[in-house]
Nanobody
């Protein structure tokens, strides 16, 4: 199992930017394909973006394509999500996990709230 800790969320105005981070205390993110998911109030958790081991390959949900960028720094054991031109409907709790998550537990996530 990989314990995951997300950070960087907050309140941002529509059109603004935010950068989320994910670390794995006691684990090694470089061993896994990683991704970001989000869960908005009253909705199911949905896929946002994923990145391969080297960081050279990534893919995105259509709703965030062109606005979000996933990256990783294996030397720093960190996964990131750069969120630009955010929209009100990006409001959600954001989670990182292996891709696919399988049985790996979810962290507590980080809340992103976008105001109009």
């Amino acid at each position: 199992q990989l314990r995951l800790v997300e950070s960087g969320g907050g309140l941002v105005q529509a059109g603004g930017s935010l950068r989320l981070s994910c670390t794995a205390p006691g684990g090694t993110l470089a061993d896994y394909v990683m991704g970001w998911w989000r869960q908005a109030p009253g909705k199911e958790r949905e896929f946002v973006a994923a990145i391969n081991w080297s960081g050279q390959g990534s893919y995105y949900a259509p709703s965030v394509q062109g606005r979000f960028a996933i990256s990783r720094d294996n030397a720093k054991n960190t996964l990131s999500l750069q969120m630009d031109n955010v929209r009100v409907d990006d409001t959600a709790i954001y989670y990182c996990n292996m891709n696919p998550p399988g049985q790996n537990p979810w962290g507590q996530g980080t809340q992103v709230t976008v105001s109009s």
